[in-house]
């Protein structure tokens, strides 16, 4: 009964050292997803502001003929 109550705690410590990995890992991805999310949200703004030009562009050249 001991061995087998050393061995359950022996995988219960070798989790718990596994979980900071885990963890560090999950908060890299995260960390990663938010540089792609604030990426993605330049891109969005930067065409955003090109459509308003365009349609500048457009109004204008429709008043000037």
Same mark, same amino acid.
């Given at each position: 009964?001991?061995?087998?109550?050393?061995?359950?705690?022996?995988?219960?410590? !070798?989790?718990?050292? &596994? @979980?900071?990995?885990? #963890?560090?890992?999950?908060?890299? %991805?995260?960390?990663? =997803?938010?540089?792609?999310?604030?990426?993605?949200? !330049?891109?969005?703004? &930067? @065409?955003?502001?090109? #459509?308003?030009?365009?349609?500048? %562009?457009?109004?204008? =050249?429709?008043?000037?003929?």
């Amino acid at each position: 009964v001991s061995q087998s109550r050393y061995s359950l705690i022996d995988q219960i410590t !070798a989790m718990r050292g &596994e @979980l900071p990995l885990e #963890i560090r890992d999950i908060e890299d %991805e995260v960390l990663g =997803l938010q540089t792609r999310l604030e990426k993605r949200k !330049a891109e969005v703004k &930067e @065409l955003e502001q090109q #459509i308003k030009q365009r349609k500048l %562009e457009l109004v204008s =050249l429709h008043f000037s003929t």
